[in-house]
């Protein structure tokens, strides 16, 4: 697994080398050694699988706020994905900033995301599937979200919007007292 620094601290791209013969291939997905500097004391605690129809749908900013602040690390099983970081750590040098990565299962990538920073995806391909690990159980009274338009974030979306939840259309905007960051 080769690990990948992005603009943002703490956000990076784990690509794999998957092992291709005649068969088929075989491929790591997880290495708790090979991630040890990214994972530091945290360990895995729940494993989620998500998988989207539309192409052009968006599912996010998602985000849980402290205490219950998770690392996730996110890989495409299936199809193609636009995957974005957001940085809501306000005392970071990047506070407001993004970074994509194209996800899918040919360029083995997997997109670590820490804690403080908001996470949401575009379907680029039909039918697409995402594994999420996560370093927090999940809390619904501590999840949070912002907009995929805020225009505070200026998020460039590669399709137009298809879809987009009820609930994800509804996340406050970054200057909205009740957008506030994790």
């Known amino acids: 697994m080769n690990l ?3 603009p943002l601290p703490g956000v990076t791209v784990v690509t794999g080398h998957p092992h291709t013969d005649a068969r088929g291939s075989f491929a790591r997905l997880f290495c708790e050694r090979e991630l040890a ?4 004391e945290r360990r895995i605690v729940q494993i989620n699988h998500s998988r989207t129809a539309a192409v052009g749908t968006i599912r996010g900013m998602h985000f849980q706020r402290a205490p219950h602040a998770e690392m996730k690390l996110v890989r495409c099983l299936r199809g193609r994905v636009w995957d974005v ?4 750590r306000a005392d970071s ?5 993004w970074h994509a990565e194209e996800l899918s299962p040919d360029n083995h990538r997997m997109l670590v995301i820490p804690e403080g920073c908001a996470h949401g ?6 039918d697409s599937e995402l594994l999420y690990l996560h370093t927090a159980f999940y809390t619904p009274e501590a999840e949070g979200g912002v907009r995929h338009d805020d225009p505070a974030l200026g998020i460039r979306w590669p399709l137009p919007v298809t879809d987009l939840s009820p609930r994800d259309r509804s996340h406050p905007l970054i200057g909205d007292p009740f957008g506030r960051a994790p």
Do not use: E, N, Y
């Not at 500097?37 to 530091?40: H, T």
């Not at 970081?85 to 809501?88: G, K, T």
């Not at 040098?93 to 900033?97: D, S, V």
């Open 93 to 97: 040098p990047t506070f407001l900033h």
């Open 4 to 6: 990948t620094p992005t």
């Open 37 to 40: 500097g990214v994972l530091g």
């Open 85 to 88: 970081a957001v940085d809501l």
């Open 121 to 126: 995806f575009q379907v680029l391909a039909p």
